[in-house]
Each structure stands twice: as structure tokens, then as C-alpha cells.
């Protein structure tokens, strides 16, 4: 843990301001949900909760699974990191921040298939050799939580459409898991 230098005081009502610059740097969002941690030193530690994260064992073996019927490279992230993938890239992807591409994808709340004809889109914004081939977003009563994705490297054909129905279905299933 590293110390930012900054000091909040708590008002009336026991809430904290986490300042602007912090929240742009770790990606937090009005709204986003926070877990709070403590340790014996009395330490408090926010840290992004995320549902899709605690699915991430389930995650992993809905990606060995997609993997095996397609041959592709199958992945899940929430809305920071990849949190699970199958057929390759795992060095290169596993626990990585998704690239701002791919989040504003996840924002328009549909279903993406990369044609041959466009550029190709970073699935990482640490990595730029994996390519965003199909995604569908992860929708827990209207919210996006994560996404299903099929990922190429850079220059390979992209994924057809049953890629595109299997991503859209283990969405689905992923958004009704959370949900209950």
C-alpha cells in the first residue's frame, strides 16, 4: 500500500471523499460499488467490488467450455480487468485493465462482432497483440457488470457467428447468475 499524501475528514453523516484525481486513476465511477476491508493495525481498505469477480472460478471454466466448442480464445472481464480466458493469451491478458475500446462497447449495451474490413480493436490496454473479435456485454437488471468476448490476435480472422450467439447466450446466463 502507498500513501497519496492526501487527508479527508469525515462529515457528519460518516461519509469520505475520495478525490477526483484517485477515482479517475483507479476507474471509479458514480455509483460503482465498493468493498470495505479492515486489518487488526485499523486499517480501512476500499477496494471495487465486483460481481462478475466473484464468478471468476465459474468464469473460468465458462471459458474452457467456449473454448472447446470453437477452438477459439474465450474470455470474461468485469469493467476493469479480464478476470478469466481460455486458449491462449493468458500471459498477456489474465488480470490486465481492459482497453477504453472495449469499455465503451460495454457501454452501448449490445452485442459486437469485428468485421474484416475495420481496424481492429485492443482487447487490453497493456497489450495491443490481442484483438477484440466478438464481445457481448454482461447486463444484470439494466447495469453492465462485464463482458463475453472471443479474442484473435492482431491480423487473424475474426470470429463468425456462432461465436457472436455463444457469446451472447453465456452473457445472458452470466447476467441471470448475478441477479440471483
Known amino acids: 500500500m502507498k500513501a497519496t499524501g492526501i487527508v479527508r475528514r469525515i462529515d457528519d453523516l460518516g461519509r469520505v471523499v475520495i478525490p477526483k484525481e484517485i477515482r479517475r486513476t483507479m476507474r471509479i465511477r458514480e455509483g460503482d460499488p465498493l468493498e470495505i476491508f479492515t486489518d487488526r493495525e485499523g486499517e480501512l481498505i476500499f477496494k471495487k467490488y465486483s460481481p462478475v469477480g466473484e464468478l471468476s472460478d465459474f468464469a473460468a471454466q465458462i471459458c474452457e467450455s467456449m473454448r472447446k466448442s470453437t477452438d477459439g ?13 481460455s486458449g491462449g493469451a493468458k500471459r498477456e491478458l489474465l488480470g490486465k485493465p481492459i482497453s477504453g475500446a472495449l469499455s465503451a462497447i460495454m457501454e452501448k449495451r449490445a452485442a459486437f462482432r469485428h468485421d474484416s474490413g475495420g481496424s481492429s480493436l485492443p482487447v487490453s490496454s497493456a497489450d495491443e497483440q490481442y484483438c477484440l473479435s466478438v464481445a457481448a456485454p454482461v447486463l444484470t437488471e439494466g447495469d453492465v457488470m462485464g463482458c463475453v468476448m472471443f479474442v484473435t490476435p492482431r491480423g487473424s480472422r475474426p470470429a463468425g457467428e456462432l461465436e457472436l450467439k455463444l457469446a451472447q447466450t453465456v452473457a445472458c446466463f452470466l447476467g441471470k447468475q448475478m441477479e440471483n
Open 73 to 85: 480464445i474465450a474470455a470474461v472481464c468485469d469493467r476493469d480487468a479480464v478476470i478469466a480466458i
